[in-house]
């Protein structure tokens, strides 16, 4: 019959409607501004607003979540920042855009190269946010960034990021990826252990 | 057609047909056979006519610049299935020409326009062999490996100039004209006229007028885009009308050529991998497989089973997302402004919740890795994909169903417009939901099976009014069939490793050439790569099914109403980032 | 104290405490801004694959209309800025400039992700204008690839910041002498930015010079 199917489509909108003011009736402010309520909003389960409320509300974002990179340092004994970068390029050279530049640190007087860049730069507007410098640096020295709200009204003074905005502590890197920096950390203790046992042997 | 000669093998049905015109390719990699331009076209006639091979996958072109020539690389397929036969054929590279496949294979115009206009390959023949990707005037053929872009660095990445000791400095200040742009030594912008536009002299040479002319009026021609709501993106239509009726349509593209190819042949293999995702952005983890299954096939290796069955979830659930948005979108063409695509948005954002906790990125995956993908998946993801599987996703694709399936309107505007039939289907190459709803059960999954889509029991959605309304149906079905092929891998997935071997950012890559193509959401999505042996792939050419499919938009539109015009665009799911590359 | 008229026009003047539930005092400033910054309304406009993280903020989960600004126009005349949301060719840089011409002010301009603000990952392509920059002023830039729904969001805010720190006094759109047009680039060999033909012709000269004399040289 004509017109049936316009009808029955009217009230799959009009049910959506009402579901989502009998969810707010229903769970009331338990659904808005906590942690649990954005959880249960963004579950397969939900049935109302479905809408985060940023900047108030942030979606919280998973831990494999990738932006821009960063490099992670640890406390030196003096407090000093120590880079785990040591230079040696790979990230450089895996980037699909080569949007990382690195300047090794040679040692003044043999000429040698050290192990720390003397400079590090990422133009974050050619960076692709693929994660790729992460995936293969083998110090787990640069890292992929959560924060996203980075916004700015200028781009060609502050948009090749160096050292300065690129460092990130090591504290961070743990609070924003606990699975991963604790698996890593068992990986190096363990890299460690069987080191001392080699050399207390040999 | 002969039955012995189908039943037989393709390799002894072709030594025994084409014997004279033939000559089998031997550079070690290499497969298919050669065919000097003179008989290609009496070779292919037989292809179509007597072999079967009715359906010309891809056109490309490689240039072998040592060697002084380009050769044409055609990949045959039947579309009752199988695997393909490749053709290749080579002229010069100054003034080389090849003869043009369109009069046989109409689905070759557009992708022989693409060779021109990037290759300089002439093809005589060509109905309208105009640049399609660049605009006409632009200096030179791009794909041409003595060609360089004005920010040219090295032949290849990565560039030395980043390390040990790279100093950040934008592009920009190391080119003579300061900014992204080259011009001819002779050139003098003083004196220097712009090329008119020709597309209008083609729709009026192109012009089909209407059979029952009752009032003589003048023609109009409208431009839709390229910034216009309904064009999904930077996508231009040239129409021209008869009243409101199209008697004349050319589309315009390559506002978004962003050198996909150019730019894939400096980086290294495992480079590319993100660079695929923005292809189609609404499907990235299609696009990875697609591009992992041609580089595995030229490194022989073997993902491991687990891997086999996370990409497998990957690319049914990439596949749900994208039809959801795209049936979402019709409405949107049909006026239904933003409600069904709101209520598909959701869906697609709970997809891609699950894309962020497994690869990091809502859309730009870079999931997939030679030989596996890069990190398993949690248990509580894999959780919440059964979740979704069995619970959300199959009320919410009834309820789809049960708003517009039946809805008036969108009968009344869907049925019967924008109608390809079987043979133009094929014949233009279309491919995905357009193939099938013309009639075609013909999909890469079934066809001529990749990965492990052998195991599971699927159906082909297949429909055969060929028109708007039964191209959404393939694509609800599509999306039911996806949930079963989802239930069965989620059942059946295994443990054990996702890489096989160690992960490597260098990969080897013997010389020769594969062509992987995998069933996109869009249709059959191939990539064509040649390896020379080197860290970069030497050609790297992606068979992309928007883009071919639009080369029946003409046939589709025609003597349609100007307004149906978008809601048949919408109906072809273009993806600007796949259409121009 | 009766605060100077300067201090009021200061846009971080404070309401005295004591005066809070009482009176209401702002500056026309202040009422201009919050009118304007409420109701910005973007053109509908999208380029690559922003575009479609742009379309997710518009939809019910990020829901721009929070901020005023789901009223997304198809026509540059209608819209108040414009979200450049995608890698800009070449080819469509024509185009965007029209449109942007043809925006009524005030107009504002986002750069959104890598591509728009400075090339992004196809910054090396031949058909990519390195950042929309190189045509039209732009307002707020935004890095990523793409830029995530609530990033994007994120930039909407620090437009809508700028806006704030806004005065009429100073407004170009309500001076006498007409805002000047941005010519269009035209397509030849290559893009031709129409603003430099000039040094394009004398580069031109230049390499043909340097050209010419490196063979004498090489005789010589």
């Known amino acids: ?202 | ?581 | 104290m009766n605060p100077s008229p300067e201090s009021i026009q200061n846009q971080d003047y404070q309401i005295p405490v004591e005066l809070r539930q009482q009176v209401t005092i702002t500056t026309l400033d202040r009422i201009y801004n919050w009118g304007r910054r409420n109701s910005m309304w973007p053109m509908m406009f999208g380029l690559a694959c922003c575009a479609i993280e742009m379309i997710c903020t518009a939809a019910s989960r990020y829901d721009f209309s929070r901020f005023g600004m789901e009223v997304m126009r198809a026509s540059p005349r209608q819209a108040d800025v414009m979200i450049v949301s995608g890698t800009v060719t070449k080819k469509m840089v024509p185009q965007i400039v029209r449109l942007y011409n043809q925006m009524g002010e005030p107009k504002y301009v986002i750069a959104m992700g890598a591509c728009a603000s400075g090339g992004g990952p196809f910054k090396e392509g031949y058909n990519v204008v390195s950042g929309i920059d190189k045509f039209v002023p732009v307002d707020v830039y935004i890095p990523g690839c793409p830029p995530t729904p609530q990033a994007l969001l994120n930039g909407l805010i620090t437009l809508q910041k700028k806006v704030d720190h806004e005065t009429i006094k100073s407004a170009r759109w309500y001076r006498s002498d007409p805002v000047p047009e941005i010519p269009v680039p035209i397509l030849g060999p290559d893009l031709i930015d129409v603003r430099r033909i000039e040094a394009i012709r004398q580069t031109i000269q230049t390499l043909a010079d340097e050209a010419g004399n490196r063979p004498q040289e090489g005789e010589a």
């Not at chain 1, 992670?72 to 970068?85: F, I, Q």
């Not at chain 2, 009726?245 to 480079?271: D, W």
């Open chain 2, 1 to 581: 057609m002969n039955d012995r000669l189908l039943s037989s093998t393709v390799d002894e049905a072709v030594s025994s047909r084409l014997s004279g015109l033939l000559t089998e390719d031997t550079r070690p990699g290499y497969s298919g056979y050669l065919v000097a331009p003179e008989n290609l076209l009496e070779a292919v006639q037989i292809l179509r006519d007597e072999l079967g091979f009715d359906y010309l996958s891809s056109v490309t072109g490689v240039d072998y610049l040592e060697e002084d020539r380009l050769e044409t690389v055609y990949h045959f397929y039947r579309s009752t299935g199988g695997s393909g036969l490749v053709l290749k054929s080579s002229c010069s590279r100054e003034n080389g020409r090849i003869p043009s496949l369109t009069p046989i294979y109409p689905g070759a115009e557009f992708q022989e326009r693409e060779a021109w206009d990037l290759l300089g390959i002439r093809f005589e023949g060509h109905p309208d062999l105009r640049r399609i990707l660049m605009w006409e005037g632009f200096d030179g053929h791009p794909l041409r490996k003595d060609w360089r872009e004005p920010y040219f660095e090295e032949e290849a990445k990565p560039f030395k100039s980043r390390w040990p000791d790279g100093k950040a400095v934008r592009s920009e200040e190391k080119t003579p004209f300061g900014d992204n742009v080259c011009f001819p030594p002779d050139f003098d912008p003083q004196t220097w006229q712009a090329e008119p536009e020709t597309v209008i002299e083609r729709l009026q040479q192109d012009e089909k007028p209407l059979a029952d002319e009752e009032i003589q009026t003048d023609r109009i021609v409208v431009n839709l885009g390229p910034q216009h709501p309904s064009t999904h993106g930077v996508f231009r239509m040239t129409v021209m009308l008869d009243g409101e009726t199209i008697v004349s349509l050319k589309p315009v593209m390559g506002y978004l050529h962003r050198n996909h190819e150019k730019i894939a042949e400096r980086n290294t293999f495992l480079q590319n991998m993100p660079f695929t995702d923005r292809l189609d952005y609404l499907a990235s983890m299609s696009n990875n497989f697609g591009y992992a299954i041609a580089v595995e096939k030229l490194m022989g290796v073997t993902p491991p089973e687990r891997a086999e069955y996370i990409r497998v979830i990957m690319a049914e659930l990439t596949r749900i997302s994208s039809h959801i948005m795209t049936t979402g979108f019709l409405l949107n063409d049909l006026g239904a402004f933003f409600t069904p695509a709101l209520y598909a948005l959701e869906e697609r954002e709970l997809i891609l919740d699950i894309f962020e906790m497994v690869s990091g990125s809502r859309m730009m995956c870079n999931y997939f890795r030679f030989g596996g993908v890069v990190r398993d998946i949690p248990e509580d993801v894999l959780g919440r994909i059964r979740q979704l599987v069995t619970d959300r996703l199959p009320r919410k694709i009834d309820e789809l169903d049960s708003y517009l399936t039946n809805n008036e309107i969108v009968k009344t505007r869907c049925q019967g417009v924008g109608v390809l039939t079987d043979v133009q289907a094929i014949a233009y190459s279309a491919a995905g939901p357009i193939l099938r709803a013309s009639g075609v059960p013909y999909d890469v999954r079934r066809a001529d099976p990749y990965s492990i889509y052998d195991r599971f029991d699927f159906d082909v959605a297949v429909q055969t009014h060929g028109d708007v309304y039964d191209r959404y149906l393939v694509r609800l079905q599509e999306m039911r069939e996806s949930l079963k092929i989802l239930r069965q891998a989620l059942r059946d997935i295994p443990g054990g490793p996702v890489l096989a071997g160690k992960p490597q950012y260098q990969v080897r890559v013997p010389a020769g050439e594969a062509y992987g193509r995998v069933e996109g959401p869009k249709g059959e999505l191939g990539f064509y790569v040649v390896s020379n042996g080197k860290p970069n792939p030497y050609r790297y050419h992606v068979r992309a099914p928007s883009f071919i499919n639009l080369t029946s938009l003409e046939t589709m539109c025609m003597h349609q109403k100007v307004a149906d015009a978008v809601v048949v665009l919408g109906s072809v799911d273009i993806i600007l980032g796949e259409v121009d590359r």
């Open chain 1, 1 to 202: 019959m004509s017109g049936k199917g316009i009808v029955h489509g009217l009230g799959v909108t009009l049910r959506h409607l009402l579901r989502t003011y009998w969810d707010d009736l229903k769970k009331g402010r338990r659904r808005y501004f906590n942690p649990e309520g954005i959880a249960y909003r963004q579950s397969p389960e939900v049935d109302g607003i479905f809408t985060v409320q940023y900047p108030e509300e942030k979606l919280p974002v998973p831990e494999e979540f990738r932006y821009l990179p960063f490099l992670v340092y640890d406390p030196g004994p003096a407090g000093e920042k120590v880079l785990r970068c040591t230079s040696c390029g790979i990230c450089a050279k895996v980037c699909p855009p080569q949007c990382i530049w690195i300047t090794r640190t040679t040692d003044p007087e043999t000429g040698k190269p050290v192990p720390t860049p003397a400079e590090f730069a990422i133009d974050i507007d050619i960076c692709m946010n693929c994660g790729l410098c992460a995936e293969y640096c083998p110090f787990d020295a640069i890292k992929m960034d959560h924060d996203y709200e980075i916004a700015g009204y200028d781009r060609m003074t502050t948009n090749i990021y160096t050292i300065e905005q690129l460092a990130r502590s090591a504290d961070y890197y743990r609070k924003i990826r606990p699975n991963a920096f604790a698996s890593e950390e068992k990986d190096r203790l363990e890299r460690e252990a069987a080191k001392a046992a080699r050399a207390g042997t040999g």
